[in-house]
């Protein structure tokens, strides 16, 4: 009937599919006075104006009326407090839990000569410029329909394509986040290194910056210029990018998948079009399984910013050192200012559809946010754009945006890719296997061939975090090996990259 997070809430959630009907009794204490609806919150006493608002054990909020025992508590009669101040949140030196170690599980990935491992083998055509993007395209789709069949060990070719390379301050200091990210684009794990590079001739940020411009046996380059005046028009344009990408394909469908221990998984976690309910199923769902990764020695990154900034109280006593606290306060500092400089605030997410899923306001989502995050120390915080160098939990410092945190997190090296949703997103990387978790069962029975793995099964009753948390941690081995196809693969739905770009445009 309802759901109560933590036991010292004045709230609980209304886990009835058809909502609290008025005069229904959820305890002999409790009667629900008006139709609360699905998701949406039931106050569990009589409250007054002013009094805090509790869910998870933390203040969520603040009264704006006196409110009765049953009643549906809705955004509007909660007003946000004020975000922690990041110089007041101290980080001492305690005794972290040391997760027991997880040993003898292995997926079947591509073993790269710089030690990574990709768990799709892809030809990847990256581009300097916004001006090649169309020629860009449509050489992918002349490949996958020309060259790709007959390299049968090759899943797909991808075009990196993005709005950036010119008509930019490209020697502004926040200019280095678009730079850094497209060339850490091309370095993911899963493009085995035999990235080739489309440029125009005259952009600003030039193609010896993002991949070096090694010379290959024959003499032959991994950069083309479509202003190059040796090519004889589109036709010869074309024909030259084909011909370097067999030389690419050729290498690409030698690779063939090998044993590798589970702390080869680099393993991006993220929640887009989330719900009161991803807080309490989809994210401690991901939030075990992204402990039982680090247990084996794997890597785990999870980003936005936004959404973790109101928990700042709980991660920063979780990392490793003071120096690791320091950088994850760098971070929320910065983009603190970030928005402040385009005059907004937090009030700006969360979104609509996130209210409606019954997300009264900023600080209840990222309380539910960070569980994704499991219970591991963060021995590492990225900038936006860099690539993670630490085994373990790392914070990757990205905006909330669905397909911007999901380009930075590829560009971070992640080979594997979780995405928690309680509303409901068709968002997928072509790139990267992208499982689709769902926090409640009406979406995924809703979106049967949508979504991967249903954690609303916690709130049934059926399952519990820790069973769902192996699932999907041997949901990820299966799909890591190739076993199995996330749905947005099978389907072929593929959102593209968007840069995250805070630089001045000229």
Known sequence: MIFITHAQDN?????????LQPA??????????????FGQKISLQDMHKGQ??????????YLTED????????????????????????????????LDPLAGYTFEGYRNRDGSVGTKNVLAITTSVQCVAGVTEYVVDRIKKDLLPGYTNVDDVVGLTHQYGCGVAINAPAAIVPIRTVKNLALNPNFGGEVMVLGLGCEKLRPER??????????????????????DG???????????????????NSRKRETCPASDLVVGMQCGGSDVFSGITGNPVAGFASDLIVRAGGTVMFSEVTEVRDAAHLLIPRCRSEKVANRLKEELRWYDDYLIGGQADRSANPSPGNKRGGLSNVVEKALGSVVKSGSSPIVDVIAPGE???????????????????????????????????????????????????????????????????DAGRVITGEHTIESLGWELFELILDVASGHKKVACDKLGIHNDLALFNPGPLT
Request: with cysteine; hydrophobic share 40%.
């Open 24 to 37: 229904f009794s959820v305890s002999p204490d409790l009667q629900a006075r008006e139709l609360v609806p």
């Open 11 to 19: 709230v609980g959630i209304v886990t009835e599919v058809s909502g």
């Open 387 to 453: 690539r993670v160098q630490k085994k373990g939990l790392n914070f990757v410092a990205t905006p909330a945006s669905d397909f911007v945190c999901g380009t930075l997190q590829v560009a971070a090296g992640m080979n594997m890719h979780v995405f928690i949703t309680g509303r409901g997103t068709p968002y997928g990387l072509s790139m990267v296997p992208v499982i689709k978790v769902s926090s409640n069962t009406p979406l995924k029975e809703r979106w049967h061939d949508l979504v991967d793995l």
């Open 210 to 231: 993002l991949v070096p411009q090694k010379q290959g046996g024959n003499g032959e380059s991994d950069i083309l210029y479509l202003q190059d005046e040796s090519l």
């Open 52 to 61: 805090p608002v509790i869910r998870y054990g933390q203040v969520i909020g």
């Open 234 to 252: 589109f036709d010869g344009m074309v024909t030259e990018i084909l011909a370097m990408a067999e030389r690419h394909l050729e290498k690409l």
């Open 67 to 98: 409110l009765e025992a049953g009643r549906w508590l809705q955004q509007t009669h909660i007003d946000l407090p004020e975000a922690p101040t990041l110089d007041s949140i101290a980080w001492k030196k305690t005794d972290l839990p040391e």
